[in-house]
């Protein structure tokens, strides 16, 4: 909130924050982590209910690549793609920028298998033509190892890892 709505610092967030208290539920992670509750949701014409849920860190993660992008505007969440009977995959977020896609994917507890298999997918729907041109992969993940392993993995595409160090 602070970055997206230039809120100063952390006292005037907090401050904010308690303000809109009554809308808001609260989990504890590495830091608070805020989300609307029933009353917030009506009051904005939120249509999803988002819960508490062990996939909070997941959803961090994503966000937090979303701001240091600059908030691209055709950002799309959890879209699949997919030829009729040939491969789907669900990508965690995609945009595009100057007539391209760009692939978001969110690598933070999984194991690297199902990585290698969603990357196999991506490569058979590049080989489809689905996507004009190739597109760019944008990858956020928790460690330099797994930053490694994923480049290794992404070998002769168009690709950029991200840790979440990289984005504090």
């Not at 799309?76 to 994917?105: C, F, P, W």
Request: a positive charge.
């Amino acid at each position: 909130m602070q970055r997206l709505h230039g809120l100063g610092g952390v006292r005037n967030a907090n401050r904010i924050l308690k303000e809109l208290e009554p809308f808001l539920n609260c989990v504890r992670r590495s830091e608070n982590v805020y989300y609307l509750n029933t009353e917030g949701r009506e009051r904005v014409d939120a249509a999803r209910p988002l819960n508490k849920t062990m996939q909070v860190d997941h959803y961090l993660m994503r966000n937090s690549l979303y701001i240091a992008l600059g908030c691209p505007s055709t950002w799309r969440a959890e879209v699949k793609l997919a030829v009729q009977n040939e491969v789907s995959v669900i990508a965690d977020a995609i945009y595009t920028m100057a007539g391209a896609y760009h692939i978001v994917e969110v690598d933070h507890m999984q194991k690297m298998t199902v990585n290698r298999v969603k990357i196999q997918k991506y490569r058979k729907l590049i080989d489809l033509g689905v996507f004009g041109k190739p597109p760019r992969f944008i990858w956020i993940t928790t460690t330099e190892y797994r930053r490694k392993q994923l480049t290794r993995l992404c070998e002769g595409l168009n690709i950029r890892v991200y840790t979440t160090d990289d984005l504090k």
